[in-house]
């Protein structure tokens, strides 16, 4: 079983739809959950992070964890065309080395029509 | 603002042959990792870096890939000889503490094409 799973998409709404992306995880090391944003031939961007169940609001995002699912969503209110992206969750744990380790979804490609 | 630069952006290598991906992560910045995106696939973690050793390093990272951060400024990724199936995109990535809340900077990536 993958330690993060994750819909690859496409996903295509039309502008001012609400989004939901999510992941599943198998491995409840996992402290900290957060989304990443990477448009096409560029790196990642942090979106949002959290470490607790429940919702973390900014702007139109809402992150939504829920630990003991183990699942995690992101919803993207009044979506516009600029949102269009490959949306990635990732995770971490803290390991034995003394860093974290970051684990990453395989990205849901979103495409919001004007 | 500060970023993590990457270069080359693209190399274009023969089969074989060895390449070094160079990395400036941010200044202040203790933790540095490489990670490999195969085109339409998963960005995967290859290796972390910190204090001067490899701290955590994934089953991707075998005896022909290599780390260095041989001036207190850059990080490189060596690739010992090359094979067709490590082209991909490599991503190197910093963090500047040892607690969550130091977010993890992505540079632009470096494109590896393999002939």
């Known amino acids: 079983q993958k330690e993060v799973e994750q819909d690859p998409g496409p996903l295509s709404v039309p502008e001012g739809a609400i989004v939901s992306l999510n992941c599943t995880y198998s491995?409840?090391?996992?402290?900290?959950f957060m989304w990443y944003r990477q448009y096409s031939r560029k790196g990642p961007e942090l979106l949002m992070y959290t470490y607790s169940s429940g919702n973390k609001e900014d702007g139109r995002f809402t992150a939504q964890v829920d630990k003991s699912s183990k699942y995690i969503s992101l919803f993207i209110r009044d979506s516009q065309p600029s949102d269009s992206a490959t949306y990635l969750c990732?995770?971490?744990?803290?390991?034995?080395?003394?860093?974290?380790?970051?684990?990453f979804g395989t990205g849901t490609r979103l495409k919001v029509l004007a | 603002e500060p970023e993590v630069t990457q270069t080359p952006s693209h190399q274009v290598t023969q089969m074989g042959q060895e390449v070094i991906l160079r990395c400036v992560p941010i200044?202040?910045?203790?933790?540095f990792y490489w990670y490999r995106q195969i085109l339409g696939q998963k960005v995967e973690f290859l290796v972390s870096f910190y204090n001067n050793e490899i701290s955590e390093k994934s089953e991707i990272f075998d005896d022909q890939f290599s780390v260095e951060r041989p001036d207190g400024s850059n990080f490189t990724l060596k690739i010992r000889s090359t094979k067709l199936e490590d082209s991909a995109m490599y991503f190197c990535?910093?963090?500047?503490?040892?607690?969550?809340?130091?977010?993890?900077?992505f540079g632009e990536g470096s494109r590896l094409t393999v002939l």
């Open positions: 990732a995770m971490s744990r803290f390991t034995t080395s003394g860093t974290y380790k970051y684990i």
């Open positions: 990535a910093s963090r500047d503490r040892g607690d969550f809340t130091g977010e993890l900077f």
């Open positions: 200044s202040n910045h203790l933790y």
């Open positions: 491995n409840s090391a996992f402290q900290y």
